[in-house]
Each structure stands twice: as C-alpha cells, then as structure tokens.
C-alpha cells in the first residue's frame, strides 16, 4: 500500500479508538440507567455499535501490522506503469480523458481515481509505457485506451 493510504487506515485506527470507543461506552453506559435490558432498544443499538467498531478495529490493527509500505516516490523517472503510478488515459472511442492512480486493495476508491491492483484496468496497464494502448474488458464490453501520461506522486 502507499504511504498515504497507510497514514489513512492509521488514522481511522485512532479515531475509531480514541474517540468512537469512548462515546460508545457512554452511550451503553446512559442506556444500562433507563433499566430493564431486556427491552431497551438503546442499549441493544449501542452494543451493535460496540461490536462494529470493535470488528474494525480488529479488521484495522490487522491490515496494519502486515502492510507492506511502497514510497511511490523512489519511483520517480520510471516510464513502465508499476504500483503507485498516475497514470493518464485517453478512450480511444469517446476520446475522455481519465487519471487512474493504482494503489492496494484498501485505498482503492474508483471515485477518487484510485483503482486497485488487482482491478482490470490496474492489471492491462501494469509493464505498459506511455504511447502503448490497452483493451480492457469491462461489465458494458471491451474498451480501448491509449496511455498519456505515467506519473510516480
């Protein structure tokens, strides 16, 4: 994963710890005072709450511990399309241009422009150059781009 996605799973680690949990308990805390648990919804909505957070947390804490942290920024001057790079398409039919950066499984956020390694665009333009062109294989047909522009930011 790239540094900033990294950065992003930390930063939602210690959210989710130091100020999710807390609230949490508070708010179980203030549904055990209305009485009977057997039928208090706020304490039952509360204590899924509590199991949620707690399972991303674990889900975190994992994911974390065994990244592994590429700086994209060691491959400046590289013209192949590897992992981390920007890189800029033309669709050979509509003529749109789209930037796509490739980064690991969890930052990927295809609104973003992120996709993952592993996603068919991400795969038919690794170990390509700029000037090369790719047919990928989408849900709505096969589609063609023409590499612009490689970039390692």
């Known amino acids: 994963m790239t540094a900033g996605g990294y950065a992003a799973l930390g930063e939602e680690l210690r959210r989710r710890q130091q100020e999710d949990r807390p609230r949490i308990i508070q708010q ?7 009485g009977d648990l057997s039928e208090n919804a706020e304490y039952h909505a509360a204590k899924e709450a509590q199991s949620l957070n707690e399972g991303r947390i674990a889900d975190l804490e994992d994911k974390l511990s065994r990244a592994e942290v590429i700086d994209v920024a060691k491959l400046a001057g590289s013209t192949t399309i590897k992992f ?12 749109e241009e789209k930037t796509y950066k490739i980064v690991g499984e969890t930052e990927a956020d295809v609104k973003q422009g992120r996709v993952s390694l592993t996603s068919p665009i ?8 700029v000037g090369d062109s790719v047919e990928v294989k989408t849900p709505g047909g096969a589609k063609s781009y023409e590499i612009l522009k490689v970039a390692y930011i």
């Open 84 to 95: 981390g790079a920007s890189v800029t398409v033309v669709d050979e039919d509509t003529e």
């Open 122 to 129: 991400a795969r038919a333009l690794i170990g390509k150059k």
């Open 28 to 34: 179980i805390a203030e549904a055990r005072a209305h």
